[in-house]
């Protein structure tokens, strides 16, 4: 593979890591621009061509740009989205709102459901039904079909979602209706639940089926500029999309399935983490990414991590497949303040980019945790992105003395600490939910850390969770634009089964006719993406459960991905099925039967990960890494540290704390009881000064197994 691109386009940088052909690597961070969120691309690449190269030459040497962006995710949260309408089964018009009949806040009286997307207005109900054995009861009344496309035309609706009974097991009637709206409203996009999640529930697909219309406007507009913008360059590679899953799709189905990118902005750490790591054998990760609005965890076990089938989105279900990525109100740009109680609270409001903390200079007059990290001299104010924006360390101070040492009647420095011990408190609880709450012990992990501001607090989050091993990659400030270029294309199917497993029944044959319906879909998607057949897997898993049970356990079923399964194999995928309810929840049925509800076909079409450059070999003598001495605060008293050029550090070398290393995107605190190493990629990894780190690696892997 030539020269590849990683751009993440997230709400305040934009972030950009290019591999050349011979494996070095260039990171760059640009503002984003979410008014134009193509040019802030283009921005970024002017950057990384360089003074000495144009954006021409510069694009035509590059084979692959992958990147991830949140224009749909920001999309549905600013309630930016088109106008869409929306299309069901008589009699079930309030599903949409009525959602699940569940409240965040059980003992709220009064709380207000959300706003929807699609008003009472603009849902349309049309007569026909299919029943619960995929044959029509009623035929569809298409004299309504026509009257609701009627309506819309006249409302100037822009994208219309389709979701009637039964269709996971009939489309025909939903065929139908989009063959209609097409042919009276042929400039208006059609999106139909049996194309986009043919599954069991209703609500949750015709949720998921509204995201999938009310954002195809805005995202073939953002990618159609792109694509224009990036040809017009002379960029005449191949350019893929970030999914929520975990993998990436071409920008045609990119535009059809825009739901699966309604995550997706995060979910390619994990393997950005997972490819680093492998050095190390490690396999049990928890990634925590920080920038300037939140935090980002997940956990990977044993090589996996960790999927959900159900996410939401401005309270409303998403129900694709999605990396189960938790994000916590706690950035490098979250605002400290001390409430009428005199208590402290970091987030989750955030400066974001602009105005952004109080040291920006830009307006921000409130304290935030950047501002806390410049007053304790952990951040080198006129070494921010390298140098590129100086920092005013006086506003720093003078928000965090007004904000929250005054009301407290504390010093300026204690309450800087304050802010740094909470914030990083508020990070340990979120890595718990990803870990504790899933019966994950987290101090049976490496802790990866990435963004520009996760390694200033890596040793402090560490330390609260009693990890002894934090790794950070040498591409960490850009961790998920790195992950873009490890990452496989990746596309999910599913199908409705409701198959029970026994020798009397025809599982069997139902299985394999299953089996043999999902591959050459799988197969015809990878093909349009121009991925040769040696490079397609097929992996699948059933939706499963104990008779009379509500919830389904997702369970890996790699019997299917083999050839036909005979008889002799449904006793292996019972036992499967009982081993992992056993390990997720504790106990097992062994006298229930056990029920297929669903099959899942993850078709992936593998793609080479760059070879990253390995870094020349150091010794023991890092005194030309030195940069200077720096006075910084640790609790309530001040003292010298040194302060080391990241960028100069070789594989080997050693660096004790209490130091710090600084790179252009980001700077690493090493706490007084740690001790970090450079390994051959020009990772850092930081263990307790204890115990050696091959000591340290030793005991996790044991662990581990």
Sequence with gaps: MGSILGVDVGGTFTDFIHVGEDGRIDIVKTPSTPSEPAQGVLDGLKKLAGSEMSLSEFLGGIDLIVHGTTITTNAIITRNYAKTGYITTKGFKDILNSRRGLKRNAFTAKEAPPKPIVPQYLVKTVGGRIDKSGEEMLPLDEAEVRSAADFFKEQHVETIAVNLMF????????????????????????????????????????????????????????????????????FGGRLLTMQSN???????????????????????????????????????????????????????????????????????????????????????????????????????????????????????????????????????????????????????????????????????????NGIIQLVNSQMANGVRKVSIEQGFDPRDAALVVAGGAGPLHAC?????????????????????????????????????????????????????????????????????????????????????????????????????????????????????????????YGYTLDDSSVQIQSIRLTAIGTTDAPSFKSIDLGTSDITSAKKDQRKVWFDNSETSISVYDGDKLLAGNIVSGPSIIEVPTTTILIKNNWQLEVDKLGSYLLHPKSSSLSDTLEKLLNREN
Aim: hydrophobic share 40%; proline share 6%.
């Design 167 to 234: 269709s996971f097991l009939n489309p025909l009637h939903e065929l139908r209706v989009k063959e209609i709206l097409q042919k009276q409203l042929p400039d208006i996009y059609v999106s139909i639940s049996s194309e986009v999640l043919p599954y069991v529930r209703m609500y949750e697909r015709g949720s998921t089926t509204v995201f999938n219309a009310c954002v195809r406007p805005l995202l073939e507009t953002y990618i159609d500029d792109l694509l224009g913008k990036l040809e017009s360059s002379n």
């Design 246 to 416: 975990g993998g990436v799709m071409s920008p045609e189905v990119a535009k059809e399935f825009g739901a699966n990118t309604l995550l997706s902005g995060p979910a390619s750490g994990p393997a950005a983490a997972l490819h680093f790591t492998k050095p190390h054998n490690l396999k049990n990760l928890i990634t925590i990414d920080m920038g300037g609005t939140s935090l980002d965890a997940c956990l990977i076990r044993d090589g996996r991590p960790t999927i959900t089938k159900y996410s939401e989105v401005a309270e409303y279900a998403l129900a694709v497949p999605s990396m189960d990525i938790r994000a916590i109100g706690s950035g490098g740009g979250s605002i400290a303040f001390v409430d009428t109680s005199g208590i402290l609270h970091v987030g989750p409001e955030s400066a974001g980019a602009s105005p952004g903390p109080a040291a920006y200079g830009l307006g921000g007059e409130y304290p935030t945790v950047t501002d806390a990290n410049i007053l304790l001299g952990y951040l080198n104010p006129s070494y921010f992105l390298g140098g590129e924006r100086k920092l005013h360390p006086d506003l720093s101070k003078s928000a965090i003395s007004k904000f929250i040492a005054e009301p407290l009647g504390i010093k300026m420095e204690q309450a800087a």
């Design 460 to 584: 402090g989050i560490a330390e609260e969770l009693g990890v002894d091993l934090i790794f950070i990659p040498k591409a960490g400030s850009v961790l998920c634009a790195t992950g873009m270029l490890t990452t496989d294309l990746r596309h999910d199917l599913l199908r409705f089964a409701s198959i029970f497993l026994d020798e009397e029944t025809d599982c069997v044959e139902q299985l394999n006719s299953l089996r043999d319906e999902l591959i050459p879909l799988g197969r015809d998607l990878l093909l349009e993406e121009k991925i040769p057949v040696e490079r397609h897997r097929y992996e699948f898993a059933g939706d499963m459960l104990f008779e009379g049970q509500f919830n389904v356990l997702e369970t890996p079923l790699p019997q299917l991905g083999e050839d036909n399964i005979k008889d002799t194999d449904i006793a292996r995928l019972i036992e499967r099925f009982r081993d992992h309810h056993k390990d997720v």
